[in-house]
């Protein structure tokens, strides 16, 4: 899975940051804009193209989730605070992540944190960590919102890539590695630390019956994030942001997961987890 790997952003969000008092002792360089303030060590060139981008993202990530209306944040006070590392060690000793990780947001401090990797931050990283954060000012900590759908969240905001993530995964349904949405409730992408090690997984296959695969740590974090990001391409691309923000809106005002999805897509014969999973199947079989 070597090149999936190398497609995912792979990163974590945070409830509580790990990163305060680190961050407080650095000897940081500051730019601000209207929603952001990006700290950084060196290279001011590529701070300035941050805070740009950052700004563009957060207009465009909101409208594309339907939030547009909600998203009159992030201001003044309340400015995200970016922090780039100059290199990968000194972000992993500062933030405690696994090292399969690129970033991170700190939901609770409005926080991203990365280091200055020339391959796709500005692309990719960015726009990711910024909708961890837009997703969860807008369906707050109280209700059940699994993982699957806070990360797939932040790779859909990837637009870029979002054709190549249907085309993996259209490939992974045809190979029976498609982990079950009963496994993606039950797994913690967060706790597979341990790369080498051998974890056991239920599959779908196309025709539903249920099978059980043996993968590395690190297959399963890529094909986690695989799977995140196509069922939040489905939801999209099949029903629409208005249907996604109804769902959304559902979690945040307490519903359980299965009714949440009952109110927002009944009308389209889902009303469990596992008719989600029936259509997704449908969905990718009908573009071959």
Same mark, same amino acid.
């Given at each position: 899975m070597k090149r999936l790997f190398s497609a995912l952003t792979l990163s974590m969000a945070v409830f509580c940051s790990c990163l305060l008092q680190e961050a407080s002792a650095q000897n940081w360089q500051e730019l601000k804009s209207e929603h952001f303030i990006v700290y950084f060590e060196q290279d001011e /060139? $590529?701070?300035k193209e941050v805070s740009y981008k950052a700004e563009v993202y957060y207009q465009r990530i909101a409208s594309d989730l339907?939030?547009?209306r909600y998203s009159n944040f992030w201001t003044w006070d309340n400015r995200v605070k970016i922090y780039i590392y100059k290199e990968k060690e000194s972000f992993l000793k500062a933030t405690n992540q696994p090292?399969?990780?690129?970033?991170m947001a700190d939901y609770r /401090?409005?926080?991203i944190v990365s280091y200055g990797w020339s391959k *796709?931050? @500005?692309?990719? =990283?960015?726009p990711h960590e910024m909708a961890h954060l837009i997703f969860r000012d807008f369906v707050g900590f109280k209700g059940e919102v699994p993982l699957w759908l806070d990360e797939g969240v932040a790779q859909w905001a990837e637009e870029a890539k979002r054709r190549e993530y249907k085309q993996l995964a259209k490939q992974y349904l045809r190979q029976n590695t498609l982990l079950s949405l009963d496994d993606m409730m039950r797994v913690d992408i967060r706790n597979v630390k341990e790369v080498d090690k051998v974890h056991v997984?239920? #599959? #779908?296959?196309? %025709?539903g019956e249920? =099978? $059980?695969l043996f993968i590395g740590g690190e297959s399963l974090v890529t094909l986690y994030y695989l799977e995140s990001v196509t069922l939040i391409g489905f939801?999209? %691309?099949?029903? *629409?942001?208005?249907? $996604? @923000?109804d769902f959304c809106r559902q979690l945040r005002d307490g519903k359980s997961l299965q009714d949440a999805l009952g109110a927002a897509y009944s009308t389209y014969s889902i009303r469990t987890l596992q008719d989600l999973e029936d259509r997704l199947i449908e969905h990718l079989e009908e573009e071959k």
């Amino acid at each position: 899975m070597k090149r999936l790997f190398s497609a995912l952003t792979l990163s974590m969000a945070v409830f509580c940051s790990c990163l305060l008092q680190e961050a407080s002792a650095q000897n940081w360089q500051e730019l601000k804009s209207e929603h952001f303030i990006v700290y950084f060590e060196q290279d001011e /060139n $590529f701070a300035k193209e941050v805070s740009y981008k950052a700004e563009v993202y957060y207009q465009r990530i909101a409208s594309d989730l339907g939030y547009a209306r909600y998203s009159n944040f992030w201001t003044w006070d309340n400015r995200v605070k970016i922090y780039i590392y100059k290199e990968k060690e000194s972000f992993l000793k500062a933030t405690n992540q696994p090292t399969w990780s690129e970033g991170m947001a700190d939901y609770r /401090n409005k926080q991203i944190v990365s280091y200055g990797w020339s391959k *796709g931050f @500005v692309e990719s =990283l960015l726009p990711h960590e910024m909708a961890h954060l837009i997703f969860r000012d807008f369906v707050g900590f109280k209700g059940e919102v699994p993982l699957w759908l806070d990360e797939g969240v932040a790779q859909w905001a990837e637009e870029a890539k979002r054709r190549e993530y249907k085309q993996l995964a259209k490939q992974y349904l045809r190979q029976n590695t498609l982990l079950s949405l009963d496994d993606m409730m039950r797994v913690d992408i967060r706790n597979v630390k341990e790369v080498d090690k051998v974890h056991v997984r239920s #599959i #779908i296959k196309k %025709d539903g019956e249920r =099978l $059980f695969l043996f993968i590395g740590g690190e297959s399963l974090v890529t094909l986690y994030y695989l799977e995140s990001v196509t069922l939040i391409g489905f939801l999209m %691309d099949k029903y *629409g942001s208005v249907s $996604f @923000v109804d769902f959304c809106r559902q979690l945040r005002d307490g519903k359980s997961l299965q009714d949440a999805l009952g109110a927002a897509y009944s009308t389209y014969s889902i009303r469990t987890l596992q008719d989600l999973e029936d259509r997704l199947i449908e969905h990718l079989e009908e573009e071959k």
